[in-house]
């Protein structure tokens, strides 16, 4: 009896198991987005004198770091960059996965340019299947294998996780793959920057767009993940919200781990019939809230509401599941469409595709652009403390934060910068698009958006 | 077979030599192993003190539990909470957090008692999952900081040990992460030890094996079960509180802290061994090993693993540990205590020592059926 009982539960447990693989959240790395900023308009003005001193003259103190003669050790040979990512898990297959892929090519391409000229870069990439209680581990092993740099480590808990621990021995933590405003906290970890447009950001930039459609001001309904990717939005929604005229009439949240379609939050909000929702599902959970806009539409004739949707939810794979749901949203990006024939035409855009074609990665083409981006970035910081003159920890940590570039895949018009403590996040601007399901493309809506830049 | 009398010199040598290994083998993981194996060890550990905790209320009391979870959770926040809002020096959280889960322990089991089986693990699955939604509530987010839970609480600077010294830095966390955790997990098994040894021990064992019989032979069935369910509540805050402390932060969505984790303390009690005291350290070990060792397959690797798994798109981690899963409990259902204790029995028994002036005394010959290894 005792012998069936543990099978049974040994049975349950892997059922379990599979069900909590196949779930799950996805995280807050875009595959087609990045960027910056936390000034509200009106308060963003372009950077001074001292401003753009301030990036020069700043410099990370070694000092109180575990061992300061290592952070400021030069790096010959070979140059290793770390990250953790989810690999394997519930959130690993539909939006992380490429974002790997992407990231890895990028190096091979830089080898192959030989852009840090005699010295080779490698690359090692750890399992923390988006679990943050993983990511210390992962970055342990990094470490104990001699990685000098972190890079594009996804998930803001992840990053969390391992924060203190990176700034306390000075390790470079690059471009975080979220858009946490957390990362622009120079003074308290100098060693820690993130690569994504700050939700914030992103969310005065729709508040703006509504505005501007809907100048006597708007009902709103608000759908948002409840983690804490979701309550970052949130937060910034609610408080901004009388200032740009949004009342919002209904607040519907879904659980991260809730794969089921949200219809009575949907219906909840079709109730009050508001013209305009603003929407931050997550990953497959994208898919399921538009189809159910679609149906909620399709029972309320008449009810056409604007779809805003975070730019985590641009992806084409993404959209795609969603099919003819997806059509006319309103979202954000700030780096290119590569499925557009006209900018896929463009130089720069041409190479990469033809790369990730040369590397049999045509399956991942727009979900890996942003590791390809993020990778690119980190070697352009790379350069840069290289071209300082000497390639440390420290001199990498000071080239981050004293940066400008342009990418292969930012859009025309978008600069990736960072300045001292006067600006920290690196992408600051970004561009409203509108989605057509039929052409699978973006339509650019207004102008590029850079008010947000520091 | 070799039969060796219990308390004899040989069964004391053998002792020895078992308590000599583990000593070894805990004096060398941090002073000789990596820095990345110490934090694996350390992470073993918390699991292992989880699982322990678990195997009280399921292993010896037969009172099956999915909410463990949320224990595990209580502790992480009460030490999230105490040390970064409060200021509270990390170390005086293991006292509190234990009392605040145990009181949550002993209510949950309140109505908990006049159910059993599958309807009591819906009502621990309730838990589990009412855990992450209540730190998330708008109106407690002022304490647990909402779905963007705590973060940065860890000890700024490690306190000095008489015989660790100054520790400092990575290595520094690590060494002292693996003896913080250590020392809770002996304390840990000590306490079940104590507890499943215990007259209160025996009457666990007697709910779980027939709980009418046990009520009959005079044990207190409401007493014994609150108080178990608080007692193991409260052992396994203790494994949330080091986790905390070891990466700084807790989430509403941390693993461990939803019903995912609930479920790897199963797996692991299920795997080293239900009922058993060194179920959950064996399994824990493996789970931990079994775990990093599988998530790195996958497209990348070489060998006989690439030949295996380079089909999968992705690391197969999962995969591997489910179909393990089956095949060990299909190959050893008492889990691998109950393996090894199996197969140690075919080649070595330990004859227990007879009691008092039992006529058993007079030859020593006790027979082969009641030997215990």
Redesign the interface.
């Known amino acids: 009896m005792?012998?069936k009982t543990?099978?049974a539960?040994?049975?349950a447990?892997?059922g379990?198991?599979?069900i909590?693989?196949c779930g799950g959240?996805d995280g807050e790395s875009s595959s087609d987005t990045s960027s910056e900023a936390t000034n509200a308009p009106g308060d963003t003005s372009a950077p001074d004198d001292t401003d753009a001193a301030d990036g020069e003259a700043w410099a990370v103190n070694t000092d109180d770091c575990?061992?300061p003669a290592a952070a400021n050790a030069p790096i010959e040979g070979t140059i290793k960059i770390g990250s953790a990512m989810p690999?394997?898990?519930g959130v690993?297959?539909a939006a992380f996965?490429p974002v790997k892929g992407g990231f890895e090519a990028y190096v091979k391409y830089a080898n192959e340019k030989k852009l840090l000229g005699d010295i080779t870069i490698e690359v090692a990439i750890?399992?923390d299947?988006y679990?943050?209680?993983?990511?210390?581990?992962a970055v342990?092993?990094l470490?104990?294998a001699g990685t000098h740099v972190f890079s594009g480590i996804i998930g803001t808990?992840n990053n969390?996780?391992?924060?203190?621990?990176l700034n306390?021995?000075c390790y470079p933590q690059l471009l975080a793959l979220t858009g946490s405003i957390g990362w622009g906290d120079a003074e308290n970890y100098p060693w820690t920057t993130g690569v994504l447009i700050p939700y914030d950001v992103e969310v005065k930039a729709y508040a703006t767009a509504i505005q501007r459609d809907f100048p006597e001001g708007v009902d709103v309904g608000v759908f948002v993940v409840?983690?804490?990717f979701?309550?970052?939005y949130l937060t910034t929604i609610e408080s901004i919200a009388a200032d740009y005229g949004l009342n919002i009439v209904d607040e519907q949240t879904i659980?991260?781990?809730d794969s089921a379609p949200p219809t009575a939050q949907v219906n909840s909000i079709a109730a009050k019939q508001p013209p305009v929702i603003l929407a931050v599902p997550l990953g497959a959970g994208c898919a399921t809230f538009l189809a159910e806009v679609a149906n909620a539409k399709a029972a309320n004739p008449g009810w056409e509401p604007r779809v805003y949707i975070t730019a985590t939810c641009a992806s084409s794979l993404i959209l795609g599941l969603a099919g003819d749901a997806a059509n006319g949203l309103y979202t954000s990006n700030n780096l290119v469409d590569v499925l557009d024939p006209e900018i896929a035409a463009l130089p720069a855009v041409a190479e990469y595709l033809a790369f990730m074609e040369g590397q049999g990665l045509t399956d991942i083409i727009t979900t890996g652009g942003a590791g390809w981006h993020t990778a690119e970035m980190t070697v352009a910081i790379l350069v840069k403390a290289l071209e300082s003159g000497e390639l440390t920890r420290a001199s990498i940590m000071n080239a981050a934060r004293s940066f400008e570039a342009v990418g292969m895949l930012t859009r025309p018009g978008v600069t990736m910068k960072m300045s001292g403590l006067s600006d920290q996040y690196i992408a600051q601007s970004l561009q409203i698009v509108q989605y057509d399901a039929t052409t699978k493309l973006f339509t650019d809506i207004g102008d590029l958006i850079t008010d947000y830049e520091s | 077979m070799l039969k060796i009398k219990e308390a004899s010199a040989q069964h004391w040598a053998l002792r020895l030599v078992g308590v000599g290994v583990i000593a070894f083998l805990v004096l060398w993981i941090p002073t000789q192993m990596a820095t990345s194996r110490i934090g694996q060890v350390s992470d073993a550990f918390v699991l292992i003190i989880a699982a322990m905790s678990l195997n009280l209320v399921l292993g010896f009391t037969g009172q099956i539990s999915i909410g463990h979870s949320a224990f595990f959770g209580i502790g992480g926040y009460t030490a999230a909470i105490l040390v970064k809002d409060y200021g509270w020096s990390p170390g005086y959280t293991f006292y509190v957090a234990p009392v605040i889960a145990f009181v949550v322990g002993c209510l949950i089991a309140l109505p908990a008692l006049r159910i059993k089986g599958v309807y009591l693990a819906l009502v621990t699955l309730a838990v589990a999952v009412l855990f992450p939604t209540l730190v998330k509530w708008k109106k407690l987010a002022w304490l647990t900081g909402g779905a963007k839970g705590i973060d940065s609480a860890r000890y700024d600077e490690l306190p000095v040990w008489p015989i660790l010294g100054e520790l400092k830095g990575r290595d520094g966390r690590a060494v002292f992460a693996y003896w913080l955790a250590f020392i809770v997990l002996v304390i840990t098994y000590l306490v079940c030890r104590g507890i499943v040894k215990s007259r209160f021990g025996r009457s666990l064992v007697a709910i779980r094996d027939n709980e009418t019989a046990a009520a009959v032979m005079g044990v207190n069935l409401t007493t014994t079960k609150v108080l178990v369910f608080g007692i193991s509540a409260a052992l396994c805050s203790l494994a949330g509180v080091l986790s905390t402390l070891r990466t700084g932060v807790v989430t509403p969505e941390g693993q461990y802290v939803t019903l995912l984790g609930s479920i790897v303390f199963l797996l692991i009690m299920i795997v080293g061994g239900a009922g058993t005291l060194w179920g959950p350290i064996v399994g824990g070990l493996i789970y931990v090993w079994l775990d990093s060792a599988t998530r790195g397959f996958g497209t990348n690797s070489d060998g006989i693993i690439g030949f295996l798994f380079g089909w999968a798109d992705q690391s197969p981690a999962t995969l591997i540990l489910g179909v393990g899963l089956v095949i060990i409990m299909f190959a050893a259902p008492y889990g691998l205590v109950g393996l090894i204790k199996r197969l140690v029995a075919k080649v070595l028994v330990i004859v227990p020592k007879p009691l008092g002036d039992s006529h058993l005394a007079i030859g020593n010959t006790v027979p082969d059926t009641d030997s215990r290894v």
């Open positions: 005792k012998r543990y099978r539960i040994a049975l447990v892997v379990s198991l599979a909590a693989a959240d575990v061992d690999l394997s898990g690993a297959a996965a750890e399992d299947q679990n943050k209680d993983l990511t210390p581990a342990d092993k470490l104990d808990p969390l996780a391992v924060r203190d621990l306390e021995e409840n983690s804490e979701g309550q970052e659980e991260a781990t």
